[in-house]
């Protein structure tokens, strides 16, 4: 099949960068099962349970503590690979101009923020476990959706200015213009905001943030830039259409459903895979928190099965 012309676009060049990112995608996915496996397997998890459990000032702490200690460590292993497929391929790309320390702060940034969702996260969710070893993925499954739902309005609102700048944009025409054609679309939009993408990224993008008469819309400055009025229009219609269509309630219907059967799969899977490595992993039941990895490799294999139908769902939105 000949290569199509694109006005603009370099092609080849395009589809050279989507195998490129295609193929760490998969090996990223087998390096991070390979060391969750050996991590486990190896009793590496048991001897760092025992190690924060030896220095929390209080018993309570040990889980908490555990969590902490295995984010930094997770994070450590796969910063090389992150740096080489965030960064210096997208350096050779041309798809960034940020430097090496920016992007080390940034990813430093990343880690403060996942470890002060997780650690709580995960240590309600061992106590959930320990008191209620029957019925715990029903709880946390039924827990994990509206968590999502908030976390997934609210981030651009509380997580992403910790990285980025957001301010309304200058040209008010372009703003009005923006929520004219929400208004048609039966979307009202409080708001049209830029941010500094530019700081990371060549790559224009745009996105919602808040709920009901709060919703803002957000365009990258990388987009304002470069984008002619009607082109922003095209890029706001296509945000646009998710929210007049509830594509986002539809993806959120199946990740909680997704979400249910994974965590099922996982309360029958789990014990027997436990008992039967326990000679070797140290971990002492469902409920021991050397186990953390274990439940992080059920989950990413769950959800690598999972990835064909949920990308078939997107697809087809």
Do not use: C
């Amino acid at each position: 099949m000949p290569t199509p012309t694109i006005p603009g676009l370099d092609v080849p060049r395009a589809k050279r960068y989507s195998r490129i990112k295609l193929a760490a995608l998969l090996l990223n996915t087998a390096l991070s099962f390979a060391r969750l496996g050996w991590f486990a397997g190896s009793g590496h998890s048991a001897r760092l349970r025992d190690k924060t459990q030896d220095v929390a000032p209080d018993p309570r702490l040990a889980t908490p503590a555990y969590v902490a200690a295995y984010g930094v460590l997770s994070w450590l292993a796969g910063l090389p690979f992150a740096y080489v497929t965030g960064h210096v391929v997208e350096r050779r790309f041309d798809l960034t101009k940020q430097g090496t320390p920016a992007w080390l702060r940034d990813a430093a940034k990343g880690l403060v923020v996942t470890l002060a969702l997780e650690v709580p996260a995960a240590t309600v969710s061992y106590a959930v476990i320990r008191r209620r070893p029957r019925d715990w993925w029903l709880i946390l499954a039924g827990a994990t959706v509206p968590l999502l739902v908030i976390l997934g309005q609210f981030a651009p609102v509380l997580i992403l200015p910790l990285f980025n700048k957001f301010e309304p944009i200058r040209d008010r025409v372009l703003a009005d213009r923006v929520k004219d054609l929400g208004k048609r679309a039966g979307v009202p939009i409080a708001d049209v905001l830029r941010v500094d993408m530019s700081r990371q990224t060549e790559k224009p993008n745009a996105f919602f943030a808040g709920i009901g008469h709060t919703k803002r819309i957000v365009l990258s400055d990388t987009m304002l830039d470069r984008f002619s009025p009607s082109e922003v229009d095209a890029v706001v219609a296509h945000e646009l259409g998710h929210q007049a269509h509830g594509d986002i309630w539809r993806l959120t219907a199946l990740f909680a459903g997704m979400g249910t059967g994974s965590a099922y799969a996982i309360h029958r899977l789990a014990p027997p895979l436990f008992d039967r490595a326990a000679p070797r992993t140290g971990v002492r039941g469902l409920g021991d928190v050397a186990g953390f990895p274990l439940f992080e490799l059920l989950g990413g294999l769950l959800g690598f099965v999972a990835l064909p139908l949920q990308n078939a769902v997107s697809r087809a939105i």
